[in-house]
T-cell receptor, first 113, second 109 residues
Framework: QVQLVQSGAEVKKPGASVKVSCKAS????????LHWVRQAPGQGLEWMGV????????IYAQKFQGRVTMTRDTSTSTVYIELSSLRSEDTAVYYC??????WGQGTLITVSS | QAVVTQEPSLTVSPGGTITLTCGSS?????????PYWFQQKPGQAPRTLIY???DKHSWTPARFSGSLLGGKAALTLSGAQPEDEAEYYC?????????FGGGTKLTVL
């Protein structure tokens, strides 16, 4: 079955960048687009963007344009999200997901001085 | 960017039926928006209940169903159970860009 395993929690200072990984298994990596969704404490879900693991094409939410980069490594079936110029409002749990069925366990990113 | 709207909170009695809706600021929600519905319980990752308007997974309880109703996407729960108390989010697609609704907190009481 599809399994998505994400990297561990991180604490970052304002202005820094963070890169979170999501390793896929249990299926052909190029079969599903992979999305990134975040959830700030006590808030709702926010879609950040999607990557096509086959060609690497991406679509980003307008809010994150210029600050987010999604990449993939087909040799390890892993997708990455990098968010730069971090601010306190970026403190959230970040999820990767196929949306159709599978979600990662989430990665808590804390931005604090 | 489009805004997706959901009822902030709803309450249903055990065994009762309730419909959650998902509207779009751009107008009528159609199958072309590929509506999704997710359930999230406190401290857990979301779980996909419904995709592409009305398709279910093997783990989706039969009491949940998805549809288009009155220009919106709808999630109907028939025969609510205590374990259905959760936050429910819809997601719509706008030419590849996805937007979540603000979520509906469903109380079973």
């Amino acid at each position: 079955q599809v399994q998505l395993v994400q990297s561990g929690a991180e604490v970052k200072k304002p202005g820094a960048s963070v890169k979170v990984s999501c390793k896929a298994s249990g299926y052909t990596f190029t079969r599903y687009y992979l999305h990134w969704v975040r959830q700030a404490p006590g808030q709702g879900l926010e879609w950040m963007g999607v990557i096509n693991p086959s060609g690497g094409g991406t679509i980003y939410a307008q809010k994150f344009q210029g600050r987010v980069t999604m990449t993939r490594d087909t040799s390890t079936s892993t997708v990455y999200i990098e968010l730069s110029s971090l601010r306190s409002e970026d403190t959230a749990v970040y999820y990767c997901a196929t949306l159709e069925d599978s979600w990662g366990q989430g990665t808590l990113i804390t931005v604090s001085s | 960017q489009a805004v997706v709207t959901q009822e902030p909170s709803l309450t249903v009695s055990p065994g009762g039926t309730i419909t959650l809706t998902c509207g779009s600021s751009t107008g009528v929600v159609t199958s072309g928006h590929h509506p999704y519905w997710f359930q999230q319980k406190p401290g857990q990752a979301p779980r996909t209940l419904i995709y592409d308007t009305s398709d279910k997974h093997s783990w989706t309880p039969a009491r949940f169903s998805g549809s288009l109703l009155g220009g919106k996407a709808a999630l109907t729960l028939s025969g609510a159970q205590p374990e259905d108390e959760a936050e429910y989010y819809c997601l719509l697609s706008y030419s590849g860009v996805r937007v979540f609704g603000g979520g509906t907190k469903l109380t079973v009481l």
